[in-house]
């Protein structure tokens, strides 16, 4: 079956920067997907990624795909204060299914010190 | 959160009562989600719909039944509340497959005593 892992907790300096780790199990994910969550929020998109890419890069944010290890990650650069959340793995359920269903792993808890 | 909306946002209840969550959306989307936030599981999915009246189960429905009469609105129900349903329960729309990005509601926080 379908199953995303995380690891739990990451600390850093500000200034510094972030990277985040996820493996999953289905290889045949088309999408997967970086959402961020705020304190008392619900889940915001951050970025996501199509399959047969291997790296995506959006501003701070780096995604790096390695399909053969079924790993991903997410690099943040010049991390602040304000990165602090949060951050879920996600990949998608694909086709016969079609269904749009997302799983998601158990989330990282970043802290960012001043 | 804009465009989607879930009620109440806060709820204690005791056990073996009956509990209703409310997800209402104004994107017209097609797919709606509930899930379950619980530490050190992430979010689960409990239940979802691709269409009115079209549902179908997650991979945590026991004790959780859905209801989808209008595109707008999705309700999750308890049937009679255990205290392993206390948890942060969210909604999400998308409009479907493909890239099949989804937005969150706000959550709803469910205790049961």
């Known amino acids: 079956g379908e199953d995303v892992e995380q690891s739990l907790f990451l600390s850093v300096r500000e200034g510094d920067s972030s990277v985040i780790n996820c493996t999953y199990t289905d290889s045949s994910s088309t999408y997967l997907y970086w959402y961020k969550q705020e304190p008392g929020a619900g889940l915001q998109l951050l970025t996501y990624?199509?399959?047969?890419?291997d790296m995506k890069q959006d501003q701070r944010l780096t995604v790096l795909l390695n399909k053969k290890d079924k790993h991903l990650s997410l690099r943040i650069a010049d991390t602040q204060t304000g990165d602090s959340a949060i951050y879920f793995c996600?990949?998608?359920?694909?086709?016969?299914?079609?269904?749009?269903?997302?799983?998601f792993g158990q989330g990282t808890t970043l802290q960012v010190k001043p | 959160d804009a465009g989607i909306t879930q009620s109440p946002r806060h709820k204690v209840t005791e056990t073996g009562t009956p509990v209703t969550l409310r997800c209402h959306q104004t994107e017209n989307h097609r797919y709606m989600y509930w899930y379950r936030q619980d530490p050190g599981h992430g979010l689960r999915l409990i239940h979802y719909?691709?269409?009115?009246?079209?549902?179908d189960k997650g991979e945590v429905s026991d004790g959780y039944s859905v209801s989808r009469s209008k595109t707008e609105d999705f309700l999750l129900t308890l049937e009679s509340a255990t205290s392993s349903q206390t948890s942060v329960y969210f909604c999400?729309?998308?409009?479907?497959?493909?890239?099949?990005?989804?937005?969150f509601g706000a959550g709803s926080r469910l205790t049961v005593l």
């Open positions: 999400a729309i998308s409009q479907g497959p493909g890239a099949n990005v989804l937005t």
């Open positions: 996600a990949e998608s359920m694909t086709p016969p299914s079609n269904t749009g269903k997302l799983i």
């Open positions: 719909s691709y269409g009115v009246k079209d549902t």
């Open positions: 990624i199509f399959s047969n890419m």
